[in-house]
């Protein structure tokens, strides 16, 4: 019996070590790559898109602007939504891009003016502006071109745009070629007076010169942008009349153009088109006129062409197209577009259908009448 237990003390003795060492290395860190137990009464919160990462997916989803000032010393800035500069300065903009195209105020095309300069290097496009003055303000943007063969379009994923204020304490108002301007009044479209300022902090208000008296802007039905001028949202033949604009800022206040206001109602669609000849039936050598006439919204142009019978043996005859507005009352206005077709002495080969075609942005009518000789 001795013996049994001290065998058994021994053999104990022998496993205690291994014993121990198993559960020395149990405390060891497991290598990377072991499957690790998560505690059963811990809380794991969801695991949800980094902020960096759900910023760069919505990024990708928006336009992305290229448009850059060139500062002092070569340095870059990305440009806000407006930028106020003194008249005077001059200004250098970048767009990043091998095919870059410009949209900058109309009027600086118009006059090609000196001042501006355009130029499209390896890597981006370059508009320069030297000299600036109060009638440069307005919108500067840029964007690229995605071009297969012959046909281009714009890449709406890069692009930038800036309005520029070029503030004159000379020039409150954006000068404008002419002293006053006629703005046409549709039902089916806001109406914009565009008087825009050059110092976005100055104070402008709208006026009716008869009876004389301050138009109240109520936010809704009228509203000033500064970027566009005072906006009518629903104009209605109330609203007709001559207006003008005043400023103030830090002065003197200042006096826009006038603007008559004419109200318009005609439906939209092709030409309204009428045709009708001087006469039916005609004598050889006899004069006869063709006349095409369009009743239309003061503002759309309409654009004739002609098929007559001798047009094929280049019969000469004599084209001319004009125009007119006309005030129907109660302050509607309307424009009368009219082509006329004239052959001096008529033959026989003038006789046949006289047809009209008259255009505009909506489409187009055909309209015809027969001459015949007697």
């Not at 497991?30 to 794991?44: D, F, L, Q």
């Not at 039902?187 to 010169?209: G, N, Q, Y």
């Not at 309307?334 to 080969?349: H, N």
């Amino acid at each position: 019996m001795r013996l049994w237990v001290l065998l058994s003390l021994l053999l104990l003795q022998d496993a205690l070590p291994h014993v121990i060492g198993q559960s020395a290395k149990n405390k060891h860190p497991k290598e990377p790559g072991e499957n690790k137990i998560r505690p059963v009464n811990k809380k794991v919160k969801p695991k949800g898109p980094k902020m960096k990462e759900r910023e760069s997916a919505d990024s990708s989803s928006k336009s992305q602007s290229i448009l850059m000032q060139v500062m002092d010393k070569g340095r870059f800035q990305k440009l806000a939504a407006t930028l106020s500069l003194s008249a005077g300065q001059s200004i250098e903009l970048r767009c990043k891009g091998s095919n870059v195209t410009w949209s900058y105020p109309s009027y600086l095309d118009t006059f090609k003016d000196s001042r501006l300069s355009l130029k499209q290097l390896d890597r981006y496009g370059q508009l320069i502006l030297t000299n600036s003055t109060a009638a440069d303000t307005g919108e500067y943007s840029c964007w690229l071109q995605l071009c297969n063969g012959n046909k281009c379009r714009k890449d709406e994923t890069k692009m930038g745009s800036t309005y520029i204020f070029f503030t004159d304490k000379e020039e409150l108002f954006v000068p404008t070629p002419s002293y006053f301007e006629i703005v046409y009044l549709n039902p089916d479209k806001p109406a914009v007076i565009p008087c825009r300022v050059t110092t976005p902090s100055a104070k402008v208000t709208l006026h009716r010169e008869f009876p004389a008296e301050e138009i109240e802007t109520d936010g809704t039905n009228i509203i000033y942008d500064v970027k566009k001028g005072f906006v009518y949202q629903h104009p209605t033949s109330d609203h007709k009349g001559i207006v003008y604009c005043k400023a103030e800022s830090q002065g003197a206040p200042q006096i826009s153009i006038k603007y008559h206001l004419l109200y318009v109602e005609v439906p939209k669609g092709p030409p309204s088109t009428t045709i009708m000849a001087s006469s039916n039936r005609a004598e050889v050598s006899d004069g006869v006129h063709v006349i095409c006439t369009v009743l239309g919204e003061p503002d759309v142009d309409v654009n004739f062409s002609w098929q007559y019978p001798g047009q094929e043996s280049e019969r000469p005859v004599i084209i001319q197209n004009f125009w007119r507005l006309i005030n129907r009352g109660t302050g509607h206005t309307t424009r009368i577009s009219k082509s006329v077709l004239v052959i001096e002495d008529f033959e026989a080969r003038d006789a046949g259908n006289y047809i009209c075609i008259a255009q505009n942005l909506q489409g187009e009518t055909t309209v015809a009448t027969e001459v015949e000789l007697n």
